[in-house]
């Protein structure tokens, strides 16, 4: 039997689900065993990072749950008992609560079960009339990307049998977890949950993955699926433009020699992020700095900042998860603050999974898929309650009754790490609601703070000198090198790509009144057969991306069924029902935090638009992006 593990004792099973998350623990036993004793264990509640979700934590229940589970995982492992056949699809919806802790509302239920990854692949494409092997041989997609989106753009290409080429600016796989190797660079949300729901079974080292292990994965994906052979690599599109006579994109693609040349395609998928192009600061004298200094998205491993004096520029995502590791290396370190950030603490962000956890993910059949659907139960749709405002709540730091709740939960936190320093304090306690930008994890930052060798300077920057960095009053602070944790220029979509549509008209003019809009935040009238993903306004409020990129890369790959099916040439967005769904989604956006004048993030553009969330439900969304609309679209 497969399932066979030499040498494992008893200890160790017990050991190992010691470290199992009881409700997913107790789903994956009743899908194997059908115990009906487990379905009649009342639940609690257990705190998560956005409040109470539902839970077994009587102790009594807990036991039971891994006790049931070592006898059938201890005669699994001897070769004694089989897993049950698979459940059908109606068994496993009626499962769902199980795990989840409540009944799941009807209309959410095709969502949880697309998310479990155990009813099948719904979200590949399905042919429903065949095309020829000639019309699909003479149809070719480009992917411009091999991050998490083009990959998976990639995978579902290869299964339909659509012939496909990726073209990568880096040497490897994995878009901006190529690129920033910064230290402890890693995920923002659950390892679990940052994966593909058909690539769910991989040895996770940390509950949130640092940048090796994310990479790590998109590798493991990108070989297990046979997509490697596809990609070009160090190979970038400069240009793009449709040819109206051909009805085929020309790509302008730029060698790793240097060289150039054409590639044409039928159809383009930009899966270029938005996290890609490093954003420098606007400061005065960058270029006269005499020592090192660089961006965290391009980091100097050449660079020995042991016992140096380094400075840090921001304080965002990048330079809270960079300080804590830098501090106990460098001679002193002084911190740049523009406005500070909510950090949340989570337990254990950084420890290691451990060989238990890590044994029982690969033994326990199922157990994983449970677990990662838990975790997108207590993050999706849930969270959106957080970011929205509530028009009659008056608290002045808040914006309803549960963005309250998280701001004192937050605040309780900062004075629990850094309460003893009140000037500490100051510098440290945001003057926004919690939700208005990215919220950051807890990597350390507080204690990093609080070290000797550790300054925040919350004076502005005047102008960067040869020998450091010179502050409005006067000072100047003598430096060694200088790390910009300034972020990226995450609202230039497409950038620096040209992109020439029907009649020649560019994109950047397109976009040049109020930023970057597009239909779902996928197609452009006059760009037909262009499909972007992880485009404007599509930044998950509730969800992980790599559910956004699923979502996309399947209605994207609807689009080309409709090409190939009905013999189609091109696919161009109606300028009409482009123009209403960015009516509909500013009129939502207005509702939510993001809007909120007090703080500055990379959400809103130079014109003030917000132009990377996403306002709408998961579930909306997900609806929406099932299949396209014959209707909105005009057909050549």
Not at 65 to 84: D, N, P, Q, S
Not at 435 to 454: E, Q, S, T
Not at 459 to 474: K, L, N, S, W
Request: charged content about 25%; aromatic content about 10%.
């Amino acid at each position: 039997m497969s399932g066979i593990r030499a040498g494992v004792d008893d200890a160790a099973i017990r050991r190992a689900l010691e470290q199992a998350d009881p409700t997913a623990l107790r789903t994956a036993i009743y899908q194997l065993t059908g115990d009906e004793d487990l379905v009649r264990i009342e639940l609690g509640t257990e705190p998560s990072l956005l409040g109470e979700i539902p839970a077994i934590t009587d102790p009594q229940a807990v036991a039971l749950v891994r006790e049931r589970a070592f006898h059938w995982l201890r005669a699994y492992l001897e070769g004694r008992v089989e897993r049950r056949p698979p459940p059908s699809r109606d068994e496993l919806a009626g499962m769902l609560h199980l795990c989840v802790g409540a009944e799941i509302p009807a209309d959410y239920v095709d969502l949880y079960l697309e998310e479990l990854g155990l009813a099948g692949d719904d979200r590949a494409l399905r042919w429903a009339h065949p095309p020829s092997l000639d019309a699909l041989n003479g149809f070719r997609v480009a992917i411009i990307g091999a991050g998490i989106g083009g990959l998976c753009a990639a995978i579902r290409c290869q299964q339909a049998g659509v012939p496909y080429t990726v073209f990568e600016k880096n040497q490897g796989v994995g878009g901006t977890w190529w690129e920033n190797v910064y230290p402890d660079a890693r995920v923002d949300v659950p390892s679990q949950w940052y994966s593909y729901t058909f690539a769910v079974d991989y040895a996770w080292e940390h509950t949130f993955a640092r940048q090796q292990e994310i990479r790590g994965y998109l590798e493991h994906v990108a070989r297990q699926r046979d997509v490697l052979s596809r990609i070009r690599f160090g190979c970038e599109v400069v240009s793009a433009r449709w040819e109206e006579a051909r009805g085929t994109w020309r790509l302008l693609l730029r060698e790793p020699d240097g060289g150039e040349r054409v590639f044409r395609a039928n159809a383009v998928i930009s899966a270029v992020g938005m996290l890609n192009r490093p954003r420098m600061p606007d400061l005065e004298g960058v270029g006269d700095f005499a020592g090192p200094i660089f961006h965290t998205a391009r980091w100097d491993r050449d660079c020995d900042l042991r016992g140096k004096r380094v400075a840090v520029v921001g304080t965002g995502a990048s330079a809270m998860q960079l300080v804590p590791a830098l501090a106990p290396v460098v001679g002193q370190l002084a911190i740049f603050q523009r406005s500070p950030g909510w950090v949340f603490g989570v337990p254990g962000y950084r420890d290691p999974l451990g060989p238990d956890r890590e044994w029982l993910h690969a033994n326990l059949p199922y157990y994983p898929y449970w677990l990662r659907l838990r975790i997108f139960s207590a993050f999706s749709d849930r969270a959106c309650l957080f970011s929205e405002v509530d028009p009659g709540w008056r608290h002045p730091d808040s914006v309803s009754e549960a963005n309250e709740g998280v701001r004192r939960q937050l605040v309780a936190y900062l004075m629990e790490k850094i309460g003893d320093d009140p000037e500490l304090v100051k510098k440290c306690l945001p003057g926004y609601p919690p939700m208005a930008k990215r919220f950051i994890l807890d990597n350390g930052w507080f204690d990093a703070l609080r070290r000797d060798n550790v300054e925040l300077i919350t004076d502005p920057i005047e102008r960067i000198t040869t020998r450091g960095i010179a502050m409005r009053g006067g000072r100047e602070l003598e430096l060694d090198a200088v790390v910009l944790a300034t972020g990226f220029w995450a609202d230039r979509y497409l950038w620096p790509m040209a992109i020439e549509g029907r009649g020649g008209v560019k994109l950047s003019d397109v976009w040049s009144h109020d930023g970057a809009r597009a239909y779902l935040g996928i197609t452009i009238p006059r760009f037909p057969n262009l499909f972007c993903l992880y485009g404007p306004n599509t930044n998950p409020r509730a969800g992980s991306v790599c559910t956004m990129h699923e979502l996309q890369v399947r209605y994207a790959m609807g689009c080309i069924q409709l090409l190939l099916e009905g013999g189609h040439r091109a696919l161009d967005c109606r300028q009409d029902v482009h123009d209403d769904f960015n009516r509909r989604l500013d009129q939502k956006l207005g509702s939510t935090i993001w809007t909120d004048r007090r703080q500055e993030s990379y959400y809103r553009n130079a014109q003030g638009r917000i132009t990377t969330n996403s306002p709408w439900r998961l579930l909306d969304y997900w609806r929406w992006t099932q299949k396209p609309n014959l209707a909105d679209y005009e057909l050549v």
